[in-house]
């Protein structure tokens, strides 16, 4: 039986899909990105600016791939994630994990010099109240990165990435993945999720300042920064 969740991305569907996927989600992920994951992981870390002693959240870290990479900077970085499913398919990961909903974070407000969630915001039901979360539990001053699939900049990639999306992700998915029909879900998602100027006035009327992103990968991804 497989599990997929719908556009109104209710918690308990969106966790069960991802528990689903756990077992081949990094491997999917690569397949699925042509290898721009890593690339896209390593911007994030790059955009963060992390010190030895920082204090980090990766929230929807998933199997803590990403953590991993975070902590290369020698800051300390926990993974947080609602599906207990990828924190397992993730425990042989040598980093703190957290199970966490998005929408209420179990830390104490201004706990975290940095915070970031890649490909995870796309998936909780209220986008406002995850950024509200994420500004809360940063101390002043505390710098917060955005990974997320974006909308491709050049119109003419954009229809063949569309097209991309909608026919051959599923088709390769259904290949490589342990739950294929999760990937109807992400195509669907995607196509659904703000542009690059809408994600960054929800940042700014979260209360974050000094809003930025720039585009990866022509805009199949980008990467928004902003500061507490």
């Not at 994600?199 to 930025?212: F, Q």
Request: charged share 25%; hydrophobic share 45%.
């Amino acid at each position: 039986m497989t599990t997929r969740a719908t556009l109104d991305k209710q918690p308990e569907e969106v966790a069960a899909m991802f528990d689903k996927v756990a077992r081949r989600y990094d491997i999917t992920n690569t397949v699925l990105s042509f290898g721009q994951d890593k690339l896209w992981r390593r911007a994030t870390q790059r955009a963060l600016a992390l010190e030895p002693g920082d204090v980090v959240l990766d929230l929807a870290a998933g199997t803590a791939v990403s953590t991993v990479e975070l902590a290369r900077s020698g800051a300390h970085c926990i993974a947080a994630d609602f599906s207990l499913g990828m924190l397992k398919a993730g425990a042989a990961r040598d980093v703190p994990k957290v199970a966490a909903d998005a929408l209420h974070l179990p830390f104490a407000s201004e706990s975290f010099d940095a915070a970031t969630i890649s490909f995870g915001l796309r998936n909780v039901n209220d986008v406002d109240q995850a950024l509200g979360e994420l500004r809360r539990v940063l101390k002043p001053g505390g710098r917060l990165a955005i990974c997320e699939f974006s909308t491709p900049t050049f119109t003419p990639f954009r229809v063949v990435y569309m097209e991309y999306l909608m026919k051959a992700l599923p088709a390769v998915a259904r290949a490589v993945a342990s739950n294929p029909d999760a990937y109807v879900y992400l195509a669907e998602s995607i196509r659904e999720w703000p542009d690059q100027p809408e994600l960054a006035a929800k940042l700014e009327n979260a209360g974050l300042r000094r809003v930025r992103w720039r585009n990866l990968t022509g805009g199949i991804a980008a990467l928004h920064c902003a500061v507490r």
